[in-house]
Nanobody, 115 residues
Framework: QVQLAESGGGLVQAGGSLKLSCSTS????????MGWYRQTPGKERELVGR???????DYADFVKGRFTISRDIRKNIMYLQMNNLKPEDTAVYSC?????????WGQGTQVTVSS
């Protein structure tokens, strides 16, 4: 069974940084890792940023200039570098990917930013 797993979340003070990872398992071929999302209780999941096959990225306005998505193609891992974190960035962050036409989501990792 193909799975995605996020890691790297935790508690950080405002202004701090975290780097999240999205790794794959169970796949016989590369998973097309596509993007990062976040969700807080009572709110819908929102797009943080995504990466295209070309390697180009785009980001939600609320993270532009602070968050960066990168990939390790060989290891099939996607990263989210988060700098200058704000309390409003507190959320569960999850990644998604596509494998043979099927969209797969990870379970998410909690990021908590204290003021």
């Amino acid at each position: 069974q193909v799975q995605l797993a996020e890691s790297g979340g935790g508690l950080v003070q405002a202004g701090g940084s975290l780097k999240l990872s999205c790794s794959t398992s169970g796949a016989r071929a590369s998973v097309n890792l596509m993007g990062w999302y976040r969700q807080t209780p009572g709110k819908e999941r929102e797009l943080v940023g995504r990466v295209y096959g070309t390697g180009n990225t785009d980001y939600a306005d609320f993270v532009k200039g602070r968050f960066t998505i990168s990939r390790d193609i060989r290891k099939n891992i996607m990263y989210l570098q988060m700098n200058n974190l704000k309390p409003e960035d507190t959320a569960v962050y999850s990644c998604n990917g596509q494998y043979y036409g099927r969209i797969i989501w990870g379970q998410g990792t909690q990021v908590t930013v204290s003021s």
